[in-house]
């Protein structure tokens, strides 16, 4: 098995940022809609709010993955010493 390459961190990196992006608006739009009224928030406010939290995440999570998956794929431990020989 080969060491992972540079492209296929950025594609884990996309497809795990799509689905925890995902997460990260419902649970913020949920909380916003169900604690609103208690903090006079719309749903039209909560939707924005989940928007604007989901898009800054996604931008920043973006980087700190990548960085993280670079700097694990530097790393053998844990991995299958006869799967890395091969």
């Known amino acids: ?50 928007a604007t939290v989901a898009g800054l995440e996604l931008v920043t999570k973006i980087a700190l993955y990548y960085i993280h998956e670079r700097g694990w794929a530097r790393f053998k431990w844990g991995m299958d010493e006869q799967a890395i020989a091969n």
Do not use: H, N
């Not at 995902?22 to 809609?33: K, R, V």
């Not at 604690?35 to 939707?47: K, N, P, S, V, Y």
């Open 1 to 50: 098995m080969s060491q992972a390459t540079p492209m296929r961190s950025l594609a884990k990196t996309l497809t795990w940022r799509i689905v925890a992006t995902t997460d990260t608006f419902l649970l913020t739009y949920f909380s916003a809609t169900f604690m609103g009224a208690d903090l006079g928030i719309t749903t039209e406010q909560a939707t924005g709010l989940a």
